[in-house]
């Protein structure tokens, strides 16, 4: 059919995106360690935010991510996290809506942000997924 094709396509070409992708999770300072490519990586952290630590048993993990994000700024790093969680200079901070709610409800689907350091490229498509349009 021709849906399946399109869906084929799709994930062909998102297989061949995120082919040198690398997930890990973890502790922050085993994840990021001198193994993980040095200034030829990009960085995505998305830490339990500074609101709902206490959820994850994980206090002080958002400044602790907050400084090493700070101290790798000459990296391509996006952090996340809810509006204010952060405050870093020079870094484009952008919001944006996951148009659906998540296991927490609606209360904050509309303050979510994500950081960008200095070092990242500058944004050339609404998503990443953009140029994974089968059409």
Do not use: Q
């Not at 061949?16 to 360690?33: F, K, P, Q, S, T």
């Not at 339990?48 to 959820?55: D, K």
């Amino acid at each position: 059919t021709s849906s399946g094709r399109v869906a084929w396509t799709w994930l062909h070409k998102l297989a061949a995106r995120l082919e040198r992708v690398r997930i890990v999770h973890g502790d922050l300072h085993r994840c990021l360690n001198h193994h993980y490519g040095a200034e030829d990586t990009a960085v995505v952290l998305d830490p339990p935010y500074r609101a709902y630590e206490g959820l994850y048993g994980s206090a002080g993990v958002a400044d602790a991510v907050e400084a090493w994000a700070r101290e790798n700024a000459n990296l391509r790093v996006a952090l996340c996290g809810h509006r204010g969680d952060y405050d870093l200079p020079g870094w484009d901070a952008v919001d944006w809506n996951r148009g659906r709610l998540t296991y927490g409800g609606g209360n904050t689907t509309d303050s979510e942000f994500i950081w960008y350091s200095p070092a990242c490229l500058p944004r050339e498509m609404e998503d990443m997924f953009t140029c994974l349009d089968p059409a």
